[in-house]
Structure formats: structure tokens, C-alpha cells
């Protein structure tokens, strides 16, 4: 069978982990052994019941930038070429009574077993409500796997007995999509920007939200001047000292506002806890206009 490939403000009780280390740098915080030094994921295979689902979003940006230039080997598996009836049942009625339908282990396992046939490796994972759910650090880890297998998950679920083919499921967050094809998508989107060659600058990966463990800092281009808003004065300053201190300032200070849950995670330094103490101040005084 034939594969087709795609080649077309702190909490007072927030606990924040203190840190002898130099203050985090927000175009030089690079793991020891990332994946964008390893050089990444380079074959990534999903079955699916609806192959045509991916043509959008894999025909786009940096997910064809990564076909294009060979980095990254994207094969789409139809479930229904693996049953074995005429009308390509995929799924069927519980056991025990119940609404809805749960897809066969038969074709699963089938489909499993000949993708993976001749191959030593293959991480194998359910697109599911009930996994792990998928973040940042996630995606870093699996951009190190050389080749995955995102299965997109249907109805009720899967028969519980193809679970034993299956290394983990992984969920988007805490809602249910009617199928797994969107989170498998988002993740096969996340993990072509570690790939060496498909972001044109390595740093705008490397300073994107959550690389360090905290938000992004704000951008701005050009005019300098918008419907009476001005760009910061030390962006324009051309002293990239300040600059850096700034962009530090306003990480920390977008964590703060937004995900403050984040910084009980991130190692910081002397310098950087009191940039934190300005930036919860700032946004005290905020509050205050």
C-alpha cells in the first residue's frame, strides 16, 4: 500500500526559584542539548480517517517550508484502506450499551502494525481528551524523536485492547474537538520549528514565548508613531544594553500579568528577581490610573 507523502504582578505566595546562574537572556537561553542543535524530528507519520483535513494547514507556511526543503518526512495514513469490508467500518457500538461509536482495534492495530513494520523505533501517540496535555516543554521533547506516529482519535474513543500498540495520548487542553486531526496538526506545527533550516532566524525560535519558561516580551515596527502610540524611547536608542535589560523587564512583567503560574517554574537570578520587583510595582501602579 502506498503512502502519500507531503511534499507539495507576583502572587504573594508564588513560589520563584532563586538561582546563582547569569540572569536569563532573552536571545541566548539555549538548552544544553535541545532539539534544535540535535537536529530535530525528521519523520512524522498520522493516521487519520480524514486525510483531506491536513491539505490546508499543511500547505502553508512553515509546515511546507519544512516539506519543501526535505527537513521534515510528513506521511498521512487512511484508517479505512486498513478494514477489511466493504463499506470500510472504522468503528462500532459499545459493549455494555451507550451513545456513540468507538473505533475498532482491528483496523487500528492493523494499520499500527504496518506503518512501524521494519522500523526500530516509532513513538507512537493517541490525539486524546484524556492525555497529557501538550505545552511547550512537550513539544522540545518530542522534536528529539526521529520519527512519531500521531494517531487522531474519533468518536468515544478508542477499543481499550489497541491501547497495548499505543505509547501515550496527548491532549490539547481540557475540552473535546470532534476528532484528533486539529491537535495533531497543531503539533506537528509546533515541533517543524525546531528544525534546523525552517525558521529563517534560529533566535526568533529561541525567543519565543515560553523557550526560557516565561511569556515573550512586547514587539513593535514601524511607524514609530500610531494613532498617537509611540514606540518605547530605548528601542530606539540603539544602546542594546538597555535594550536587553528592557526586554527582560517586560518578559517577566507579561508572565507576571498573564501567566503567573510560570514563574514558580523559572530559575532566577539577583538580577533578574529585581527586575521582577520593578515589574510588579509597574503593574501595581497600572492598577492604580
Not at 503512502?3 to 507539495?8: A, E, Q, S
Request: hydrophobic share 35%; aromatic share 6%.
Amino acid at each position: 500500500m502506498r503512502t502519500p507523502r507531503i511534499d507539495t504582578l507576583m502572587a504573594p505566595n508564588l513560589n520563584v526559584k532563586k538561582t546563582t546562574k547569569a540572569p536569563l537572556s532573552t536571545s541566548a537561553a539555549r538548552p544544553e542539548q535541545g532539539p534544535l542543535a540535535k537536529g530535530g524530528c525528521r519523520r512524522i507519520d498520522i493516521l487519520t480517517l480524514f486525510p483531506g483535513y491536513f491539505e490546508g494547514p499543511f500547505a502553508v507556511s512553515m509546515v511546507k517550508r519544512a516539506t519543501a526543503k526535505k527537513a521534515v518526512d510528513l506521511r498521512l495514513h487512511d484508517l479505512r484502506k486498513y478494514t477489511t469490508d466493504k463499506r470500510h467500518t472504522a468503528d462500532d457500538v459499545l459493549y455494555g450499551g451507550g451513545a456513540g461509536m468507538v473505533m475498532k482495534p482491528e483496523p487500528l492495530v492493523k494499520a499500527l502494525s504496518a506503518i512501524r513494520r521494519g522500523r526500530k523505533k516509532v513513538k507512537t501517540l493517541l490525539m486524546s481528551p484524556q492525555g497529557r496535555r501538550f505545552n511547550h516543554a512537550m513539544a522540545m521533547d518530542l522534536s528529539r524523536e526521529k520519527s512519531l506516529l500521531l494517531v487522531c482519535g474519533h468518536y468515544e474513543g478508542v477499543d481499550e485492547r489497541a491501547m497495548k500498540w499505543i505509547d501515550g495520548e496527548v491532549s490539547l487542553g481540557d475540552y473535546v474537538l470532534t476528532g484528533g486531526e486539529p491537535a495533531a496538526a497543531v503539533i506537528v506545527d509546533a515541533l517543524v520549528r525546531f528544525l534546523p533550516g525552517v525558521v529563517g532566524d534560529r533566535q526568533s525560535v529561541e525567543k519565543d514565548s515560553f523557550f526560557n519558561g516565561l511569556l515573550d516580551y512586547p514587539h513593535y515596527t514601524r511607524p514609530r508613531s500610531f494613532k498617537g502610540m509611540k514606540v518605547p524611547e530605548v528601542l530606539l536608542s540603539g544602546n542594546h544594553a538597555q535594550i536587553e535589560r528592557w526586554r527582560k523587564k517586560e518578559s517577566l512583567k507579561n508572565t507576571l500579568a498573564k501567566r503567573p503560574d510560570l514563574l514558580g517554574g523559572v530559575a532566577l537570578s539577583e538580577g533578574d528577581l529585581e527586575l521582577l520587583r520593578e515589574a510588579r510595582e509597574e503593574l501595581e501602579q497600572k492598577k492604580k490610573l
